[in-house]
Structure formats: C-alpha cells, structure tokens
C-alpha cells in the first residue's frame, strides 16, 4: 500500500503537474511516457489484483494518467525526431512509426478499460493532442488502435520503429498487448494475423537469438543492441499475456543462464550494459533486479522472486515521505514505477489483464464508488454477486468518512458489518452510503439482508 500511494501521489495532482517525475529529456528512457505508463499498468494491476471492487480515486489516478498522456511535454519530441530522422514534417506523433508513444498509450487505455466501466476515452476528440492554437490532433482509443495495425501492417518486419529506423521488441510487444486488448474490448479484429507475424519476425528476422534471448533493438546497416537482462525479463512478462509459450521458453532461459539460485540468494549474471538506470542513466542495477522481480512473479516462480525481493531491500533499500509513500531510495521515477508494479504482480496476472479473465461477479457484484484519498485507503474490495468485502485503512490519522457503494439492487436492504449503519437501503439508481469510523485496519462487509 506504500507503494501504491507513492502512485497516487504522482497520479491525482493536477493533469498539467509533473512534480516527483523525472524530467531530463524526452527522447531516451527518461522521457515522461515510460513514467507515465507503468506508473498506470501498475495501478490496473492493483485493481486487478487487489480491488477489482473499487473504483472511486483508484479509476480516477488511472484516468489522470491517461490524460497526462495527452499533454504537449510528454509527446511534442515527435515533430523533430520525424524531421531529423525521416526528413519529414508532422508534428502528429500517432500516424508514423513512434511506437514508443502510440504502443505503450494503447495498453494503458486497454488494461483501464478492462477494470472500469468507462469507455469515454473511445471517441475521437476525447484524447486530444494541442500542437498549437490552430493545430489539434484528435484522437481516442479507436485512432491509437487504428494507427498501431497501420504502422505493423506497412512495416516489412511487422514491428516499426521507435526512435527513427530503430526497432524495439519490447515496445512492440506491449503495442500488440494493447492491440489485442481493444479487439477484445471492442469486438473487432485489427490483430488478426499480426501475432502470427510478430512471432515469426521475432525469430525470423534476428531479433530473438539462439539461446532464447532478445536483442535490445535492430537498426539499419546492420545495428544490433545487444541482450538486456532486464529486457529479457521485460519480454518475459509482456509476451506471457500474448504469446505465454515463448514467455515460459524466455523465462527458463533467463533463469538457467543469468541467475544464479543458491539456498535462497539470488544473483544476477549481468553485463556492463545491465549496470543502467534507463530511467536517469546514472549507474545501478535496480532496473534489472525490479524487472526480474516483476517477471518472477509473473511467472510462479517464488523462488527467485523471494530471492530477488530480498536483494532489492537489503541493497537498495527505500524512502519514505512523511505521509507513507514509498519508493526504492536513489533510482528514476520509471524504476519507482516498475517496482511499484511489481508488488501487485502475481502468477499469470498480466496475462489475465490483457486477456481480460474477469470473473462475471466483478462486472455485476456491488462496488465501493467513491472514498476520500488520503483519508480512507482501500487494501481489499471484492465482491461476489450480491455482496461486498472491504478492508480498509487509515492514510491521514483516525477519521469518520462517508462511503459511497454502487451496484445495489435498487431499494433492496443490505446488512453493513464495519459500518456505522448496521442497514442500509439501497437508492433507485442502486447506490448507497456507508459510515466508518478508520483508526486502524477495518473490515467491511455489506450482505444482502
């Protein structure tokens, strides 16, 4: 929960601030966009995994950095990149190549969808990206989706660049994680064949070696970058939501050559190359272990994910701000990011946010609508077909707050454990007030009466 609300600090102040994100340039790792994006896959990955019954401010950080996306500062790079590298003006950073920006949006807008029933960001114009007083690319979830199968299906290899003429199968493979999901959430078919093709590029065209790892990324005239670990163990949870075949076959291989495992300890065979933070290219080898940590998890393998927690808070150890926020001490915001998600990661967890494996008591059981952050943080909200289960803590000091449920059956009874009202009745829309008096971890739970 220490880390989720460093997530939500970064998330719920206002759209057009960035305080606590690493500003250093927008081209490279430290650009705004990764920031942005794990700080919101790990977010959906909390509501996934441990309240997929509440919405309230947990939806309303995920939208905030949605639409943070949005802002000039995060993709206004595009225009120079597009003029220095192909020779062409056009500052709209979604028509052309830029994977980057276009693949790592889709997933966000997909995984948010997934969990919330809130298709506003769909349409075009809900998205949109001001270049300048008479110039505005209007864009929604739609165009992104459209955009991806365009630039996939011109590129010779099926994956298309990043920065100009340089291909990345990680950004690619989270492109396709989006992809997919808006077909699923939309009943549509732009994937189609694009998984088949994707595959068969990634072991066709030189980009996954022998030994089952990934280059970094191909380039003209031959350019390889080579192996990452980290990005090995990025493919390796990414592609578990896509292609989980040649996840498990990345993750055995990543594990029985770059890891060493002996009586718990885990160690990692790194590279100078691996000695990065992508995040702020000081020195340090926190964006490996998180990575791996993350891919672990993914996978069920606790084992090296005990191991490799255990290294990260021994050797790296954190920060706390005043108000209980956490995060790894002396690494990027884009690490922070992927730490945080890290915590919410569980066994085939990301495979089942971008497959959409919904129990259908979570789309018609009651919801917790609304809480005031700081005031009330939600640790468990589940909910079965009738009734819900809370658990909830105190994040400014003991309070009375007000609780907002929806999804009721509209003027049903429902008896409230927890609560300050022992009974409640539902309103015609289907929603009702809770009372609770938070000093300390508080249980919650509403059963039709």
Not at 47 to 52: L, V
Not at 415 to 423: F, I, Q
Request: proline share 4%; glycine share 8%.
């Amino acid at each position: 929960m220490a880390s989720q609300r460093y997530l939500f600090d970064l998330a719920l102040q206002p759209v057009d601030d960035f305080t606590g994100f690493t500003r250093l340039e927008q081209i490279g790792g430290s650009a705004l966009r990764y920031q942005l994006s794990y700080a919101c896959y790990a977010l959906s990955l909390a509501q996934y995994t441990r309240t997929p019954a509440f919405g309230g401010y947990l939806a309303e950080a995920q939208a905030n950095l949605i639409r943070k996306m949005c802002d000039k500062r995060v993709w206004g790079y595009w225009a120079t990149e597009r003029l220095a590298g192909y020779l062409r003006w056009n500052p709209d950073p979604m028509v052309f190549a830029n994977v980057m920006y276009t693949g790592f949006f889709a997933a966000m807008l997909a995984m948010y969808e997934t969990m919330n029933d809130d298709r506003g960001f769909d349409d075009d114009g809900s998205l949109p990206l001001v270049w300048s007083r008479r110039q505005t690319y209007d864009y929604g979830f739609t165009r992104i989706a459209q955009a991806i199968e365009t630039n996939m299906r011109a590129s010779s290899q099926t994956m298309y660049p990043c920065e100009p003429h340089l291909i990345y199968p990680m950004c690619n493979t989270i492109a396709l994680a989006g992809l997919t999901g808006y077909d699923r959430l939309h009943q549509t078919d732009l994937t189609d064949d694009l998984l088949d093709k994707t595959r068969d590029s990634l072991n066709h065209n030189g980009y996954r070696l022998r030994n089952g790892r990934f280059l970094f990324g191909r380039g003209p005239l031959g350019l390889m970058m080579p192996p990452m670990l980290a990005n090995d163990a990025v493919m390796t949870y990414w592609l578990n939501g896509i292609m989980p075949d040649m996840a498990a076959e990345t993750w055995e291989s990543l594990r029985t050559n770059r890891l060493r495992i002996r009586n718990g300890d885990v160690a990692l065979r790194t590279g100078p190359i691996d000695h990065l933070d992508v995040g702020s290219y000081h020195l340090g080898v926190a964006w490996a272990w998180v990575n791996v940590l993350c891919a672990a998890k993914e996978m069920g393998d606790d084992e090296v994910a005990q191991g490799v927690s255990a290294h990260i808070r021994s050797e790296t150890g954190f920060e706390r701000s005043p108000e209980g926020a956490h995060r790894l001490a002396g690494v990027s915001t884009w690490v922070n990011c992927a730490y945080a998600f890290s915590q919410f990661v569980g066994r085939d967890s990301l495979q089942g946010l971008i497959t959409g494996r919904v129990p259908e008591a979570w789309r018609t059981g009651p919801t917790l609508d609304e809480a005031a952050y700081p005031d009330v943080l939600v640790a468990k909200a589940l909910s079965d077909s009738t009734g819900l289960e809370l658990v909830l803590r105190p994040g400014a000091g003991a309070v009375r707050t007000p609780l907002r449920l929806g999804r009721l059956r509209p003027r049903a009874s429902y008896r409230v454990d927890g609560g300050v009202e022992s009974e409640i009745i539902a309103h015609d829309a289907g929603s009702a007030i809770v009372t609770v008096e938070l000093a300390d971890r508080h249980e919650v739970r509403v059963t039709a009466a």
